[in-house]
């Protein structure tokens, strides 16, 4: 089939890129020149593991190009995803529509022939409703279907997840564009993977209500965890114990220093907005939010207890930057707030960031980037393990903590805390 991605972020990039590989033809479209010239020229604009090998073998064959050509690629194209970014409308809260909105108007005026018009981006219910209307008033009077088909892709793990999914969630009441769609993923649907449909809307709110589950998930193990710090209990055991039950599953059940990145933030506000809108209160969402809002204030706190309120001066290192590990997305990633608040309280910081350096702490003075970790831990006081990183999980610890009054922060449990006594090692975790 012929496809078009439009929009090569995350999502189209690595979509259209997996679409090529099980046999597709797909041109991946933007109108950012400079990212289609470097993906032109083999250069990947994002960090994902075996992205950049899939991408030159399905350039080699044929089966995927780019262009800044957004009508040309829509008129060759019998499948056109929209794919652009939906980012959260800071006075308002709720999904910012404007990309979507102008893709739709692109694709009204390029409509040749019937086509499917399948929204990847993750927007709110009722969006497919008026990009429906946009198109009717195409001049050509072409008959096309507009589908929901919500990405449930993790950074990182993004090519495995859409090779092997848990769900492929397809909404439309239309049966020609459900016929097209379930042979377009055929492929993968064939692996023992769920294909559901269900209607447009229901779909739209599938993906918010995904993602608003798991950050709810993720904020009530960090709750437990907190009590867990002081009752005496590694919470660990109680994930564990918990996760036995099918009922509540062991994935999503890891205490760490609160979710970040470009999806939960964004689509826990941008879900109670939506409900807002039609008079609903998500109270259980809202204060899920401010609880992960408030998880930077906890680890500020226990920072500074357990180097007991002396960070002045003291070097503290950062192992991990970005808002987990696979990826090199620094957005709303958890230590974007904790840098910046022990730098007022007068420390230094080093990181080491396997991506490399980040121009968010450009501009913040007394924040150095090393590269590698034995420049970030040689002369550090503290060293705070941000994310989980596999190259952070066998230190040789010997070799890098030169101070003997070290104390190391793990936030994301990667340690064992009994081992850690035994090499005599002052170790600090999340919840244990
Ligand atoms: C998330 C969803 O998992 C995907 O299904 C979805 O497609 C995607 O958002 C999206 O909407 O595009 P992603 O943001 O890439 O994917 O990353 P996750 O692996 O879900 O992690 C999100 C945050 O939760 C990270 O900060 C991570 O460190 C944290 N997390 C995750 C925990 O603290 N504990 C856990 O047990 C799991």
Request: net charge positive; charged share 25%; glycine share 6%.
């Amino acid at each position: 089939m012929k496809l078009c991605m439009i929009g090569t972020g995350y999502v189209g990039l690595v979509s259209g890129t997996c679409f090529a590989d099980i046999g597709n033809k797909v041109i991946c479209a933007d109108i950012d020149y400079e990212k289609i010239r470097s993906l032109k020229s083999g250069v990947i604009p994002i960090y994902e593991p075996g992205l950049e090998e899939m991408i030159k073998r399905n350039v080699n064959q044929n089966r995927l190009a780019f262009s800044n050509n957004i009508s040309e690629s829509i008129r060759k194209s019998d499948i056109i995803f929209i794919c652009v970014g939906t980012p959260t409308n800071k006075k308002t809260n709720a999904a910012d529509l404007k990309y979507v909105f102008q893709v739709s108007n692109t694709i009204k005026s390029n409509l040749n022939k019937y086509k499917v018009i399948v929204t990847k981006s993750t927007v709110p219910v009722t969006t497919g409703d008026k990009i429906e209307k946009i198109l009717k008033k195409n001049k050509f009077r072409t008959k096309y279907d507009v589908v929901s088909n919500p990405e449930f892709l993790r950074e990182g793990e993004a090519i495995r997840d859409f090779v092997v999914p848990d769900r492929v969630v397809v909404g439309t009441n239309n049966t020609k564009a459900l016929k097209i769609m379930k042979s377009l993923y055929m492929p993968i649907i064939k692996k023992n993977s769920r294909f559901f449909s269900t209607s447009r809307r229901a779909a739209e709110l599938i993906k918010y209500a995904s993602n608003a589950f798991l950050a709810t998930k993720i904020s009530f193990i960090n709750e437990v965890a907190n009590l867990c710090e002081v009752s005496g209990i590694n919470i660990e055991d109680v994930s564990v114990g918990m996760g036995l039950d099918q009922r509540i599953g062991d994935r999503f059940l890891r205490a760490g220093p609160g979710y970040g990145g470009s999806c939960f933030p964004k689509d826990t506000r941008a879900i109670v907005t939506l409900a807002k809108k039609f008079k609903i209160n998500l109270n259980i969402v809202s204060t899920v939010i401010k609880s992960n809002d408030n998880r930077s204030k906890i680890l500020l706190d226990r920072i500074l207890k357990i180097a007991k309120n002396k960070v002045n001066n003291k070097t503290i290192a950062f192992l991990g930057t970005t808002f987990k590990a696979n990826t090199d997305d620094m957005r709303e990633s958890p230590c974007l707030t904790l840098i910046p608040s022990l730098v007022k309280k007068g420390a230094k910081i080093v990181y080491y960031e396997p991506t490399g350096p980040k121009k968010e702490f450009d501009k913040i003075k007394k924040v150095h980037f090393s590269k590698d970790i034995l420049g970030a831990t040689k002369k550090a006081d503290l060293v705070i393990i941000h994310t989980e990183w596999n190259e952070f999980k066998q230190l040789n610890l010997n070799k890098y903590l030169k101070n003997k009054n070290v104390i190391i922060y793990d936030m994301r449990n990667i340690y064992s805390p009994e081992k850690m006594k035994k090499k005599g090692i002052k170790y600090y975790s999340i919840g244990r």
